[in-house]
């Protein structure tokens, strides 16, 4: 449980609880030992692995983490406990049974889930977000594949097709030949001037050959005139026959025949052919409301399946004995669904429910995003977009909407005054839905209360003694960092030319001045997302000395 910071142990008959273990901070993941005796779990402020006896409901081992440690992974044929750490984009192991660290390796940006091949002692992870500048035809994000038998050294990284973005659940085949990955496909070279047909944002499965290390092929788990957003946790039914996935924004459970989908695709190349093919996924599948909001996690019990709902703190128990022959698409599935409610006497705050419309995609046209599609946690999915409210053909950085209602005026063009009119603005024109003041006013409370996370360069909490003399340079009126960037929330919130627009930008040469608040994570920068990191920022992409007068530094 996110809020009360608890693990809580039920019984699989009545789900009656048994149990519970308080954490000193945010649980970020969770998972069994192979043989069930010990519970693995990552914790956020502060950053801990621990290790529950679920037995004694009882932390019998815990050891400190790497800043935004998550996605543990057991390892029972090395008695290994792999880790990833979000914030300084690396990966660490970890002996289960002394909790000492093995190793640590660097991948590529942002790992936030992990599976393990134990065939082939493969690691794959991840990298929710882009390395590329955005301003180019393609940008792609990566898997890293780390061999843990050699300590965890980079093996490879598959370069994912562009537009793939925002990972969540990840499954090994039962026969231990094929990843599948969950993800959003981001068709941010579309003008976002509609919704219908995955316009903008679609979901897709992407199946990796574990021998050869390789895309297989990339599969839609949309329909053809609604969406199935979102998709979160997915696994195979013990025979191999099904793939289960569960779609936190949708709140259902896709329940597919796999082999009928793959053998009535055609592929060109890796790639589904025709339209993605929305049809085939709507006949061999099934869409099982899961009842309640935001699933994100599930378990199997034989033939039945146990949805944990995230917002509305429930369980949902799905028989796929009991579903009919036929599914009718793209309509859910008539099936009984029995719920448990873990937390009842629990009742959602304005910024709780503001969370919970943020990534409900039940509140756009046809189903086919939440604000979470560009937004993932609030911030920004690294991607250039064109969004009607300043012309056409100029595309644009995603910008994190951390401290969006301190800093107006929002977007980077500051074609809308604050950010209240921005997301009534981004409900009309991007989720294509009417604006519900309630909504907008639970999603305004939501993002007020965001928080920076601590920056992972800190050093005890506190400023490196290379920060510092790059503080004293920023301060410095002749460099002129300070002139702009000042205050609480170092923006003068004034727009400026700082020389980076180029002719598609037209009429716009002048550009918000952002808030400097976890630049650390807001990669790549500048209004068209063409320098991918800070001394980009200042070199490379400040040649008329309009952006501060860097050129003297060293």
Known sequence: FRNSREVGFYDTDGFRLLGKVQLGGTPTGITPSADGKFIIVTQNTPEKILVIDPK?????????????VCAPVFDAERDRIYVCNRWPHTVSAYNADTLEPVWTTPVL?????????????????????????????????????????QNGKKVKDIRMESGINDYHGMAVSPDGNTIAVLHNYSKFFQTTFQIEWAW??????????????????????????????????????????????????????SVINLEEVISHMQFQGNRVSYIDQHEVMGVYRHRVPTGGNGPRSFAQLDTKVVVANFFTDNLGVIDRTALPAQS?????????????????DYSLTIENRGEMYFNDAMLSKQNWQSCIGCHPDGRADGINWDLVNDGLGNLKNTKSLLYSHK???????????????????????ILFTPVDEEQAQAMDAYLKAMRPVPSPYLVKGELSAKALEGKDIFEDSEVGCIQCHFGTYFTDQSLHDVGTAVADDAPHTDWDTPTLIE????????????????????????????????????
């Open 56 to 68: 004694q409901f009882k932390i019998i081992r815990q050891t400190e983490a790497q800043s935004g």
């Open 109 to 149: 940006r942002e790992p936030a889930s992990a599976v393990l091949d134990a065939k082939r002692g493969i690691l794959y992870v991840p990298n929710r977000l882009t390395i590329e500048p955005a301003n180019q035809d393609q940008v792609h994000t990566r898997i890293s594949l780390l061999d843990v038998s």
């Open 200 to 253: 903008m944002n679609s979901s897709y499965v992407t199946f990796i050959d574990a021998e050869k290390q390789a895309v297989r092929y990339i599969i839609p788990l949309d329909d053809v005139i609604r969406g199935a957003a979102s998709p979160w946790a997915v696994e195979w039914t013990p025979d191999g026959k099904t793939l289960l996935v569960c779609h936190a924004g949708v709140h259902e459970l």
């Open 328 to 344: 009718n698409p793209p309509n859910p599935t008539k099936t009984e669904v029995k719920t448990y409610a873990l937390n009842p």
């Open 407 to 429: 800093t107006p005026p929002a977007m980077v063009t500051g074609i809308r005054p604050d950010a209240e009119y921005a997301v009534r603005s981004g409900i009309r024109a």
């Open 519 to 554: 630049c650390w994570r807001t990669a790549p920068y500048l209004h068209d997302g063409s320098a991918v990191t800070i001394m980009d920022v200042l070199t490379t992409r400040n040649k008329d000395q309009k952006h501060g007068h860097t050129d003297q530094l060293t």
